[in-house]
Nanobody, 115 residues
């Protein structure tokens, strides 16, 4: 079992920045991948960014060039740096982790981009 605890969400104006953090209850160095997903009202949950255990990174087209995923294995933490935020980035953001035993989710946190 892996617990994932997110922090850093909140309200930001369009064009602003936020950094999301996700702390895992175990070492992330050996996990297959960690990532961020989001779900806006009325929409399905969608991939935002992932980073594999080997450091391969993938982004949704809608966030490429604006968001950056990174990890600190020593702190068991994954980050999502979000710049140039747009109202359409408003959603509940979820941290995700995959191991050989299963897929794990954080509780989710709200990110609202509004003036």
């Amino acid at each position: 079992q892996v617990q994932l605890v997110e922090s850093g969400g909140g309200l930001v104006q369009p064009g602003g920045s936020l950094t999301l953090s996700c702390v895992a209850s175990r070492s992330i160095a050996s996990m297959y991948a960690m990532g961020w997903y989001r779900q806006a009202p009325g929409n399905e949950r969608e991939l935002v960014a992932t980073i594999t255990g080997r450091g391969m990174i993938d982004y949704a087209d809608s966030v490429k060039g604006r968001f950056t995923i990174s990890r600190d294995n020593a702190k068991n933490t994954v980050y999502l740096q979000m710049n140039s935020l747009k109202p359409e980035d408003t959603a509940v953001y979820y941290c995700n982790g995959r191991t050989q035993f299963g897929v794990y989710w954080g509780q989710g946190m709200q990110v609202t981009v509004s003036s």
